[in-house]
């Protein structure tokens, strides 16, 4: 089981007064299904996300998964927290650009100490829905066959938990719905958390969503009418 | 959670090089790398020798020519000498032809009385004191003329005198014999056996070589010392002989029949205590096994033709004069002696030829007008000079290498800050990234060392050498090897690796989302009370 508990973040800009984009948030989850954070530009959503995924440090609380807090981790812990744990899906889909698509995928299995070995790389392709004849860069794709290949690298490693910011931000509605298709199918066999401004794909894909403003949560379908399928903790 | 075995898997990006291969900082990296190639051989070729040992460089190099030119005079000793002489405020490395180890000042190459003795125990080499004083020249016996002391004149009138005394200061002065001291143990390691009287016990007793002897025994003895003062030259700490015509002009010579008709006379002799000039009295006389033409010719640079004193005052002057000096180095600095003695006399044998000598001068080196000094040990102190002047603009050009270095690293990883982050966001430990760029830092050190190794090698063979030979008579081999390319090696590996350490520990220290956005977090303000 995932937690947050009190996760706060204060950003402390040059020659600004300091920001607090995230207020002492406190969540449980469940193992599997899809969750929706939901919030207009600046609640803090992704500032939610990235402290969940281990991507930022917060300047309060913490995350447990199966009762292990994250203030007891070491940076080693956190980095293979990062590594084993968890995967992250951006926006901008982030793929290294000097590598093939392939090669953007071993480096997820190397990083985890295993071989990129062809077949399995070639098999999580097609389980993305994605083929190709030979090595592709980034540079000669869509943005939906990119971030479908965001989606390979992360899920290779299988991670117990896919965070996924913005994924469709920078797709068309139609790439959109074929991308968030595809994590709500991951999602029956992990927990998926999403971050979205976009309410319709929220309620036709959660399982459950999360509202956000001024760096708190401020409603939680679960205690609402179910929106869907609802997942029990 | 997380198993500390699951921890071990975390391997190396065999892609690091194209992750890191940019045709942006090109002309920096090229910069860099020149310039840290520079910094690498102007250091190496600066202190490879002194890591080599500089007194063993200095010595090897004077003391394989020296020994060259030296065999067949060393030869003719029944033992064998090196001799460490300094000259006022030029200290000069000689090699004396005899065979005895012997102690005097050699400017930075000082040994104490104890050092000495921990030498000769461990060399088996006997040990004996050459005189110094504190303008660092020999005790000199008070002799005039140029080849026989003056004591040893044979003076039958005063116009006789008189005109050798105008030749003398002519001459700039007087000449004479050099001395030794040492204790009966000494001498009789070296061989010497006494053929009258004893050997010196104090201060104001000497005993003479069979040179001197035969000396007196040719012209007579002459006690000058009632009849004459002196006028001294302070530049040289020399003094010249003037005759008292108010004293007695008429000066007896006393035939020499036999070594005891020495005993019991008296020699001029210069002492730093004053007055200066004293007498001291003639105890024995000494068979030095030396070549007593060749000591004549030359009093001063013929060691077994020399004057002995006792141990004590050679072991007073070297208290004096003689600061502590790396034990290890002086010792090794006297095998070498032995051996290339050793090696001379050898080569000698071998070649069946003759050797000149003394050694020709070259005339930068030195102030003296003698020109058969050879001013190594000055050339050492150019050198010397030479090493810390290298050194430094090594240092400088180092500094600017390094920044230059930190710069283009600094560059460099904020070029590939973003994948960097994106690797973290997989799971990438501070590790991975570190060897991910320790092949870049890799690169760079290779890269510099093998520039660097050609620079100096250039540097090397194109004017250091020719310059060292020409300045040195090839009396200095500068070196080239392997120490100076494990420097040029240390050196390019310490640059690349200290040019990177800032930029990497700042990549390290922001957090994923920072690597990746660009973000650079500002720091919590501490309240104010």
Known sequence: MFEIRNLGKIYYPSGASPVEALKGVSVKFGDKGMIFILGKSGCGKSTLLHLMGGLDRPTSGEFLLDGVSSKDFSKRDLDDYRNRCVGFVFQEYNLLPEFTVQENIGIALQLQGKRAEREKIDAMLAAVGLSFDGPRYPNELSGGQRQRVAIARALIKEPRILFADEPTGALDSKTGNEILTLLKEISAERLVVVVSHDEEFARRFGDRVLGMRDGSIISDSLDEEPLGERVED | ?529
């Open chain 2, 1 to 529: 959670m997380m198993s500390h075995d699951d921890r071990k898997n975390d391997r190396k990006i065999g892609l690091a090089f194209r992750l890191l291969a940019s045709k942006k900082r090109i002309v920096t990296t090229l910069v860099t790398i020149f310039i840290s190639a520079l910094a690498c051989a102007l250091f190496a070729l600066a202190w490879s020798g002194w890591c080599y040992d500089y007194c063993d460089l200095a010595t090897r190099g004077y003391l394989h020519y020296a020994a060259s030119k030296t065999g067949s005079y060393a030869a003719d000793e029944p033992y064998p000498y090196f001799s460490l002489d300094t000259a006022g405020e030029y200290p000069y490395l000689c090699l004396s032809p005899s065979g005895t180890i012997s102690n005097s000042i050699v400017n930075r190459h000082r040994f104490s009385f104890e050092q000495m003795r921990a030498i000769e125990e461990d060399t088996q080499i006997p040990f004996v004191r050459e005189m110094v004083n504190t303008e660092g020249v020999s005790y000199w016996g008070c002799y005039a003329g140029a080849t026989l002391p003056n004591s040893l004149s044979t003076v039958p009138n005063a116009d006789a005198v008189h005109d050798l005394l105008t030749a003398w200061r002519l001459t700039n002065g007087t000449a004479g014999s050099l001395e030794l001291a040492g204790s009966e143990e000494d001498y009789s390691a070296m061989g010497f056996t006494l053929l009258a009287g004893r050997y010196p016990r104090s201060r104001y007793e000497v005993a003479l070589s069979e040179a001197h002897y035969e000396a007196f025994a040719a012209q007579g003895y002459i006690d000058v010392s009632a009849r004459f003062t002196t006028e001294i030259d302070d530049d040289f700490g020399t003094y010249n002989l003037k005759y008292d015509v108010a004293r007695q002009p008429d000066v007896p010579v006393q035939p020499i029949g036999q070594y005891e008709d020495l005993l019991g006379k008296t020699l001029m002799g210069w002492s730093d205590e004053l007055p200066h000039l004293r007498t001291f009295t003639i105890v024995g006389v000494v068979d030095t096994h030396c070549n007593v033409r060749r000591a004549q010719d030359d009093w001063e640079n013929y060691p077994a033709g020399r004057i002995l004193r006792a141990e004590e005052t050679g072991i007073e002057v070297c208290r004096a004069f003689c600061p502590r000096l790396d034990e290890g180095r002086a010792s090794r600095l006297f095998k070498l002696c032995d051996a290339y003695q050793k090696e001379a006399l050898e080569a000698e044998r071998l070649s069946g030829e003759s050797i000149d000598y003394p050694l020709p001068l070259r005339g930068d080196f030195f102030d003296f007008s003698r020109p058969e000094w050879v001013y190594v040990d000055t050339s050492a102190n150019v050198i010397y000079s030479c090493t810390l002047s290298v050194g430094a603009l090594s240092a400088a050009v180092g500094f600017v290498a390094l920044l230059l270095g930190g710069f283009r690293t600094e560059r460099m990883v904020e070029d590939r800050e973003k994948e960097f982050g994106i690797l973290r966001s997989m799971g990438a430990s501070d590790g991975t990234i570190f060897k991910i760029l320790l092949a870049d830092i890799a690169a760079m050190a290779c890269a510099i060392f093998l520039v660097a190794l050609a620079a100096s090698l250039g540097m090397y063979y194109a004017w250091i050498r020719p310059w060292g030979y020409s300045a040195f008579m090839d009396a200095y081999e500068l070196v080239y090897n392997g120490w100076t390319v494990l420097i040029l090696f240390g050196g390019s590996a310490v640059l690349a690796m200290l040019a990177a350490v800032f930029p990497v520990c700042r990549l390290l220290r922001r957090s994923v989302m920072e690597n990746i956005v660009g973000r650079r977090e500002g720091k919590k303000k501490k309240k104010r009370k």
